[in-house]
């Protein structure tokens, strides 16, 4: 398939129409009934008053409780399929997700400590602790696999794994030890939770995010050479190492950044770049924005079936995504040899 400009700016707003839609109707669902018409005609009514017909608790739980949960949940799933892409390219690897580098069991590490000594940074106390074991694992990762000045992708492959499994036995000594309450904010936390989405998480992360995935796309024509062959992309002009570390050094600050506010959401990562693959092709010119912008409208369909399906009780979103991720991706082991 040939991309053009064009076609990138079609697809993106194709992409973008159907997440307003999901949203619309996202926004219309849960235990309060607020209903789609009454939606619309707040967002369409006539007159100078553009929330027609809301009460104050309809405004309440639209702005104060649903809003942010989507717009956060959309962050979120687009951040970690743009990261799914990036490492599914470098290591050339279908398998490979926004987890593979240990990064999310680093995160859990952190915000568990926050739970667990009720760490006195208010709200940014689990986010904060997060993001910093976020980072530790990934200094820890690359320190282990770098040779010299390079670094072996199979050895970061396997730092990822060691690293990650050290950090899952330290989450699994932490829950054990755990018996109170916090307990199930710890489980809750593992699973993917958004039901506490705040308007100040979103503005924390975005900014991160959007840097990230500029700085990201505008690799994507080297990150296709990569694909073709190292030795191709330096016979083209491509400085293999430095774009290389460049692009996972952003894709897993990104994904620490998102998963120090949403807890561990899996299957994101793997599901949705294969998905976009499939319908637009490899080209990480189109790729990247695609998976982007489907992934947003992906995890907030996720979010609402796990607050609406067995309402008023919540499910963690990342119970959702495992569900109906894990049989897609034996399909598509199985059927596409992926």
Known sequence: MVVT???????????VFVFIIVAILSISLGTADIGLMK???GIFGEGTVPIRGWTDTDRVIIFQVRLPRIILAGIVGATLSVAGVVFQALFRNPLADPYILGISSGSAVGAILAIISGAGLGFLSIPVA????ALLTILLVL???RTGYRLQTNTLLLAGVIVGSFFSAIIMFLVSITHDERLHSIIFWLMGDL?????????????FVIIGCLIIYLNAHPLNLIVTGEETALQLGVEVERVRRLLLITASLITGVVVSVSGVIGFVGLV??????????????????????????????????ARTIIAPVELPVGVITAIFGAPFFIYLLRRKGV
Not at 130 to 133: D, I, L, T, V, Y
Not at 199 to 207: D, S
Not at 279 to 295: C, K, M, N, T
């Open 39 to 41: 939606i619309l005609r």
């Open 143 to 145: 320190g282990i696999a």
């Open 195 to 207: 039901s506490l989405s705040k308007y100040n998480e979103i503005i924390i992360v975005t900014p």
């Open 130 to 133: 997060s993001f910093c074991g």
């Open 5 to 15: 400009l064009r076609k990138v700016v079609l697809v993106s707003l194709a992409l």
């Open 272 to 305: 949705v770049p294969h998905m976009m693959r499939m319908v637009f092709g490899s080209d990480h010119r189109l790729l990247l924005p695609a998976s982007a912008l489907f992934g947003l409208s992906f995890l907030v369909i996720a979010d609402t079936m």
